[in-house]
């Protein structure tokens, strides 16, 4: 089976949520058999080849262009459209698989048959909403234009939808999202959670015991929907009772310098430390030597990082929002609290801490549970079912 996957970015370079999904499950199905095909919407030159999954590049904008969301996600899919159109027919593709909002002019424009599905990897309107309950502080210019982009998406991505065959959504959470939001038929969408690459994290295993401060950690976009004032403001409960702990975030975004400036507001600059983008090998550091995981989210659809951490044995603290619940099971994998919930947070972060036997049951029972659940072996497989249903016609 051939099949084309439309990205953004390409997934072999870019360190995104969408891209390590793409990467994963192409890498999947190529084991399965299927013969992978992925055109990068802002990437330039010819065919590469990564691991037998040919990777070509499309744009034809200067690099600096590539960075406004006017390009990259509203006229870059609809330049891509005759390309598009004749890789179907030069390669004899089975499936278009578009990465929303990536697909939105080719599932309006597509001059060939070929079935079409589309990955809903969250909801504009799930996105936009979290800003609603904004201080006026926490405003500033990334966060205006990620919400003016999330609003231009909102419309790109109904049109995508309406014209899709099948849609695959990957929590139940984001399927009744787009049920509710765009009137989808029910029977078109279906569930498929993302996966892990077990491989992918080295050193599985429980904290080293050289460390020995109270270690967490949390991994993301320091953007507003992520939640991480609610976890900084966790801390001040967590050091009464924990005086070494440490809390790392890992990632970047428009409210860093917010968040820095709360930190030192609360006086706990010595306790909080913001480490950017990090390398894969360092990440994994921080995953051997970290006690518990937290996702304090206030919207979040299918959280690769909670898989990662799951999948390096650490109990999981996290917001019961989106598709959280569907990956931890409260007192099974890990800790369910309410979001915008500091107070939760934190008692939830001193209840691992204190208890030893109960920290290190949630994380095997969390590894146990991706290695069941959730592999890309996993996801492939039954993403390759739809594939075939698609074919036949059901």
């Known amino acids: 089976m051939k099949i084309l996957f439309l990205s953004f970015f390409d997934p072999f370079l870019v360190e995104t949520g969408v891209g390590a999904h793409i990467k994963g499950l192409a890498l999947a199905l190529d084991k399965l058999g299927c013969e992978i095909h992925i055109l990068v919407l802002t990437s330039k030159g010819c065919c590469q080849v990564e691991n037998r999954v040919k990777v070509y590049g499309f744009s034809r904008f200067h690099n600096y262009f590539l960075h406004l969301p006017v390009v990259n996600g509203h006229i870059l899919p609809l330049a891509s459209i005759g390309l598009v159109n004749k890789m179907c027919k030069e390669y004899g593709i089975d499936i278009v698989h578009g990465q929303s909002p990536s697909s939105w002019a080719y599932s309006l424009l597509r001059e060939c048959r070929t079935p079409f599905v589309v990955t809903l990897h969250s909801t504009s309107f799930g996105e936009f909403s979290s800003y609603l309950d904004m201080s006026v502080s926490n405003v500033n210019r990334g966060v205006v234009i990620g919400a003016l982009s999330e609003i231009f998406s909102a419309f790109l991505t109904s049109i995508e939808y309406a014209y899709a065959d099948r849609v695959i959504a990957v929590s139940k959470a984001i399927a009744e999202d787009a049920i509710r939001y765009f009137r989808l038929p029910r029977e078109r969408v279906t569930v498929i959670h993302n996966g892990i690459d077990l491989k992918s994290l080295v050193n599985f295993g429980f904290r080293n015991d050289e460390v020995r401060e109270h270690v967490i950690l949390s991994v993301g976009r320091l953007v507003w ?143 146990k549970k991706v290695e069941k659940e959730f592999t890309w072996e996993k996801v492939a497989e039954k993403t390759l079912e739809l594939y075939k249903k698609m074919l036949d016609g059901v």
């Open 225 to 367: 929907r992520k939640g991480f004032k609610f976890l900084i403001d966790a801390m001040p409960h967590v050091l009464s009772e924990y005086s070494d702990a440490k809390l790392f975030l890992v990632g970047d975004g428009d409210q860093r310098r917010p968040l820095e400036q709360h930190v030192k507001k609360l006086g706990i600059d010595d306790s909080v430390y913001f480490l950017g983008r990090i390398s894969k090998e360092r990440l994994c550091s921080l995953y051997k030597i970290a006690d518990i995981y937290v996702q304090p989210s206030l919207y979040e659809p299918c959280a690769i990082t909670i898989l990662e951490a799951m999948s390096m044995g650490k109990p999981i603290v996290a917001t019961s929002v989106g598709g959280n619940p569907e990956l931890i099971t409260d007192l099974a994998e890990g800790l369910l609290v309410e979001p915008k919930n500091s107070l939760q947070l934190a008692n939830a972060i001193i209840c691992l801490f204190s208890d030893s036997s109960l920290k290190r049951k949630l994380g095997i029972n969390a590894r």
